[in-house]
Structures are given as C-alpha cells and as structure tokens.
T-cell receptor, first 111, second 116 residues
C-alpha cells in the first residue's frame, strides 16, 4: 500500500491551460516536498512546505500544504511545454530524514 | 559541479550474479539513501544512512546490502540478482534534519539495471 497517492496519474493538456495535481495520505507529515523529474534524470526539488495551510509560490507554480498536514496540491498556471515531466510529492514523518514518495503524476504540455 | 555521482548508468546482469552500484557525493551531506523507481510505484526506499558507520533498512531492503565507511560514499550491493530487481536505482543525499528544518534531497542521475 502506497503511503502517498497522487492524482491524476497522467495528464495531457494544451499550452496555456491551468492544472492541479493532488497528493493525498491518511498519515500526518512533518513536511512535504515536491520534485520534478525529467526522463533519464533524477528528481529535482521544487519546494518544501512545513506548516499546515502553508502556501508557496514559485513563478507559475503554487504549492499548498493541507491544514491537517495529510495532503498537498500543486497548481500550475498557464502551463508551458517546459513544465512537461513527472511530478512527485514526498512526505517526511515526524522523525528522521526518510521521505516517502508518492506514485507520481506524468504531465505532458502540448505546444 | 558538486552533486551526487552514480556509476554505472546502465547494467545488465544474469540471474544470480552479484554487483555493486556506486554512489558518491561531495557536498558533505550526512544523510544518504538508495531508492528504486518502478512504473506506477513511485520511488521506494531501500536503505539509508544518517552518517558514516550507520545504516538502516527502508521499505524494500530484501536482496540488498549497504555500508557507509566514509561520509562521501554509499555503495549498494545486490547479493544475488533476480529479475524482480530490474529497476532504475537512485542515490540521494541531504543534510541531516535540524530542528524545524527539513532539507531536500539531491539525487544522482540513476542506474538502469536489467536482470535477465
């Protein structure tokens, strides 16, 4: 059983559209991170959220941590082909460095 | 550039063979870990280390061994390769957790392993 479930698993949209990716769990996390991975490469960290209800913005990307620290969302405004990739969320339990990764959302932005 | 270096990038093994996947980082990170990535499964933690001489098991440790003799290196050993170990393996490192702070991982570029 996966600790973190992401939805949708696959997403294909036209350039300029908006989209939201969800990361859900029944467990509480001390912090949550979002990564983007391109083919043949390792994931690259986008953001870390640590406080329930926290919202962080990175250019056209908006990240939110749920109030109960069990879920998170990633919203992309006016998607561009360069946003194409696999988006992964990862949650840390209350102790240690171990992050548990979600199942991933594969995003394709069509020019 | 500083980062996490994994070798080899590709490897084909026969069932029953053993091999070591190498991982080295030059950022003086205390924490290092190995993940495997399979389609539809995300990244699953195999083993991790919080410092030289200290290792522990993750979610899927069976069939793998690790050691951490130096801060820089964290090799992953496959004892007797099985087709179920066909996967992409990633090594990651970070600073250790500080009070109120969680650092992100720096990942290597991966080793694609096929066991036939």
């Amino acid at each position: 059983t996966q600790l973190l479930e992401q939805s949708p698993q696959f997403l294909s949209i036209q350039e300029g559209e908006n989209l939201t990716v969800y990361c859900n769990s029944s467990s509480v996390f001390s912090s949550l991170q979002w990564y983007r991975q391109e083919p043949g490469e390792g994931p690259v960290l986008l953001v870390t959220v640590v406080t329930g209800g926290e919202v962080k913005k990175l250019k056209r990307l908006t990240f939110q941590f749920g109030d109960a620290r069990k879920d998170s969302s990633l919203h992309i405004t006016a998607a561009q082909p360069g946003d194409t990739g696999l988006y992964l969320c990862a949650g840390a339990m209350s102790t240690g460095n171990q992050f548990y990764f979600g199942t991933g959302t594969s995003l394709t932005v069509i020019p | 550039n500083a980062g996490v270096t994994q070798t080899p990038k590709f490897q084909v093994l026969k069932t029953g063979q053993s091999m070591t996947l190498q991982c080295a980082q030059d950022m003086n990170h205390e924490y290092m870990s190995w993940y495997r990535q399979d389609p539809g499964m995300g990244l699953r933690l195999i083993h991790y280390s919080v410092g030289a001489g200290i290792t522990d098991q993750g979610e899927v440790p069976n069939g793998y061994n690790v050691s951490r003799s130096t801060t820089e290196d964290f090799p992953l050993r496959l004892l007797s390769a099985a087709p179920s170990q066909t996967s992409v393996y990633f090594c990651a490192s970070s600073y250790s957790v500080s009070v109120g702070v969680n650092y992100g991982y720096t990942f290597g570029s991966g080793t694609r392993l096929t066991v036939v």
